[in-house]
């Protein structure tokens, strides 16, 4: 199946496993199906510091505080058991901080997990680069937690503990503890 779109313009699609949707005059981007899992997207320029770029683009003219920009959801809505297994398990939103303006455009990156339930915000980085968690859990060890870090830790500025600081020995055994006014 040919389609003539514009001059000079031509897609093919192939009806079969492994088909092609090529794009442009001299086909520079590809589509590919993946039989039984997805899509290859690829630019078949070869030149030095040319990538395939996917952009997700609105529509809307007027942005304003926490509009949505572009999302990537996850979800098995074919999900035999029903009810939370249906729903949207993770995502990325780009959403607006503020009103865009000619001199504002600033944006968070929004990541969501769910547990049980839709997918909410657990983790965001805003244009500011400041990365937020929003998860509350409470350790108990060094490999629990809202934040675990598998690798060292370096920090190049001050640190601010809200709550108990608790050094441990790698056996898990509270070496130390502060507590704040105590």
Same mark, same amino acid.
Do not use: W, Y
């Given at each position: 199946?040919?389609?003539?779109?514009?001059?000079?313009?031509?897609?093919?699609?192939?009806?079969?496993?492994?088909?092609?949707? &090529?794009?442009?005059?001299?086909?520079?981007?590809?589509?590919?199906?993946?039989?039984?899992?997805?899509?290859?997207?690829?630019?078949?320029?070869?030149?030095?510091?040319?990538?395939?770029?996917?952009?997700?683009?609105?529509?809307?003219?007027?942005?304003?505080?926490?509009?949505?920009?572009?999302?990537?959801?996850?979800?098995?809505?074919?999900?035999?058991?029903?009810?939370?297994?249906?729903?949207?398990?993770?995502?990325?939103?780009?959403?607006?901080?503020?009103?865009?303006?000619?001199?504002?455009?600033?944006?968070?990156?929004?990541?969501?997990?769910?547990?049980?339930?839709?997918?909410?915000?657990?983790?965001?980085?805003?244009?500011?680069?400041?990365?937020?968690?929003?998860?509350?859990?409470?350790?108990? &060890?060094?490999?629990?937690?809202?934040?675990?870090?598998?690798?060292?830790?370096?920090?190049?500025?001050?640190?601010?503990?809200?709550?108990?600081?608790?050094?441990?020995?790698?056996?898990?055994?509270?070496?130390?503890?502060?507590?704040?006014?105590?």
């Amino acid at each position: 199946l040919h389609l003539s779109i514009r001059r000079q313009r031509q897609m093919c699609i192939r009806d079969r496993d492994s088909a092609v949707l &090529s794009m442009g005059a001299d086909s520079d981007v590809l589509i590919t199906h993946d039989p039984d899992d997805g899509l290859f997207i690829k630019s078949t320029a070869t030149a030095d510091n040319n990538p395939v770029v996917l952009t997700l683009q609105t529509g809307e003219t007027d942005i304003a505080a926490d509009d949505k920009l572009g999302v990537i959801n996850f979800q098995a809505p074919d999900e035999g058991t029903g009810t939370d297994a249906i729903l949207v398990a993770a995502g990325i939103e780009a959403v607006s901080e503020g009103d865009f303006s000619a001199s504002n455009n600033a944006t968070k990156l929004s990541f969501l997990t769910g547990s049980s339930g839709a997918a909410t915000e657990k983790m965001s980085i805003s244009s500011g680069g400041v990365v937020s968690i929003t998860a509350t859990t409470a350790n108990t &060890s060094a490999t629990d937690g809202a934040l675990t870090v598998g690798g060292g830790l370096g920090v190049a500025a001050d640190v601010s503990i809200g709550d108990d600081l608790r050094l441990l020995s790698e056996t898990n055994s509270s070496i130390a503890c502060f507590t704040p006014g105590a």
